[in-house]
């Protein structure tokens, strides 16, 4: 097909948080088989490539962290003729996040979108944009 299937479901490690308390932010990503997506980080080169994490609903501090990913692999990728880091069958994303302190409890949307390019050896796709969204229940220190 032309566009495969890329099904994200993202998660929170703990939920209930408490105000002063980290959590983690995971992204799952199922690649049909036979494509791959980029790297957060690809090789020199192919930086437009990247795939990308944008936030657009969060209330949390996520400090200066920039999102981790699973291992990546070099992927010969015939598409673009030449070696690229990239995911096939799955991907994993996490980045951490705080409560401050003296956060009112309540459930908080953290959402979002990921930006990426899906290839397999004959063509890439165009960027395309995939949202995800969690619910954090913040919950009353006692």
């Known amino acids: ?51 990308q994490i944008i936030l657009e609903d969060n209330v949390f501090d996520d400090g200066v962290e920039h999102w981790r990913e699973s291992p990546v692999s070099l992927i010969q990728d015939d598409a673009q003729d030449r070696m690229v880091k990239g995911h096939s069958v799955t991907a994993e994303f996490h980045k951490d996040f705080y409560v401050p302190k003296n956060f009112s409890s309540g459930r908080y949307p953290i959402s979002g979108r990921l930006i990426y390019r899906a290839c397999d050896n004959k063509l890439c ?9 969690s619910w954090i229940d913040v919950g009353v220190i006692r």
Do not use: C, M
């Not at 796709?125 to 969204?133: H, Q, V």
């Open 125 to 133: 796709t165009l960027p395309k944009s995939s949202s995800f969204a």
């Open 1 to 51: 097909s032309l566009s495969p299937k890329i099904n994200i479901k993202s998660l929170v490690e703990s939920n209930p948080v408490y105000p002063g308390d980290p959590f983690r932010l995971y992204l799952s990503v199922e690649i049909e088989e036979g494509w791959h997506i980029y790297s957060l980080q690809p090789l020199a080169g192919n930086e437009l490539l990247a795939t």
